[in-house]
């Protein structure tokens, strides 16, 4: 039988983006292996970064360069609806459902501020979490399950996200231990 990953959808192994919100603040996480198959091609990249003039930080699953235009295009609604990022979500995610070139794009994105934390798919789903953690990726539910266990005994978020990272890395063979965390200050 032939793997169609237009009726399984995609495959989302191959790294892990956590995100954290404490009381005063939050880290976004990911690991820095890039997978081709069974074979490590890159173990620094970089998959969480800062965009709207640096004040949301963002992390993708997926494939990069669709991860990049999907950035650019949250960039244009961002552009569009300053200072509101759920808005510029829905935009994006309505976008990403209904225009055939986005539909084929294959990747997952959290993005945060100071206020929320979503996860934006292209089924059109816009996620806030309900708990203070978020993961996704191949290692995403061990990294969501340590940093979960984690929350009532560690305070700041980037302690509790790189402890977390490290449990996910330690767990799942398409996760790194090199890790890009980028913070705000709530």
């Given at each position: 039988?032939i793997?169609d990953?237009?009726?399984?959808?995609?495959?989302?192994h191959?790294t892990?983006i956590l995100?954290?919100?404490?009381d005063?603040?939050?880290a976004m996480l990911?690991?820095?292996?890039?997978?081709?198959g069974q074979?490590?091609m890159?173990g620094?990249?970089?998959k969480v970064?800062r965009i709207g003039?640096?004040?949301?930080?963002?992390g993708?699953a997926?494939a990069?360069?669709?991860?990049?235009?999907l950035f650019?295009r949250?960039?244009?609604?961002?552009?569009?609806?300053?200072?509101?990022?759920?808005?510029?979500?829905v935009?994006?995610a309505k976008e990403?459902r209904?225009e055939k070139y986005?539909?084929?794009?294959?990747?997952l994105l959290?993005?945060?501020?100071?206020?929320t934390?979503?996860?934006?798919?292209?089924?059109g789903d816009v996620?806030?979490?309900?708990?203070s953690?978020?993961a996704?990726?191949?290692g995403?539910?061990y990294?969501l399950?340590?940093a979960?266990?984690?929350v009532g005994?560690?305070t700041d978020?980037?302690?509790l996200?790189?402890?977390?990272?490290?449990?996910?890395?330690?767990?799942?063979v398409y996760?790194?231990?090199?890790?890009t965390?980028?913070t705000?200050?709530?």
């Amino acid at each position: 039988m032939i793997n169609d990953k237009s009726s399984n959808g995609p495959d989302w192994h191959g790294t892990t983006i956590l995100a954290v919100r404490t009381d005063t603040q939050v880290a976004m996480l990911s690991d820095g292996q890039v997978s081709m198959g069974q074979t490590v091609m890159k173990g620094n990249a970089r998959k969480v970064r800062r965009i709207g003039g640096g004040d949301i930080l963002a992390g993708f699953a997926g494939a990069t360069a669709d991860a990049f235009t999907l950035f650019e295009r949250l960039e244009q609604k961002l552009e569009r609806f300053p200072n509101q990022l759920q808005r510029a979500a829905v935009e994006l995610a309505k976008e990403w459902r209904t225009e055939k070139y986005l539909q084929k794009l294959e990747a997952l994105l959290i993005v945060a501020d100071k206020e929320t934390t979503l996860v934006i798919t292209g089924s059109g789903d816009v996620l806030e979490p309900e708990h203070s953690v978020v993961a996704v990726g191949s290692g995403g539910n061990y990294a969501l399950s340590a940093a979960r266990a984690l929350v009532g005994y560690e305070t700041d978020a980037e302690t509790l996200g790189r402890k977390a990272m490290q449990i996910a890395a330690d767990i799942c063979v398409y996760t790194n231990g090199h890790f890009t965390v980028e913070t705000l200050d709530v």
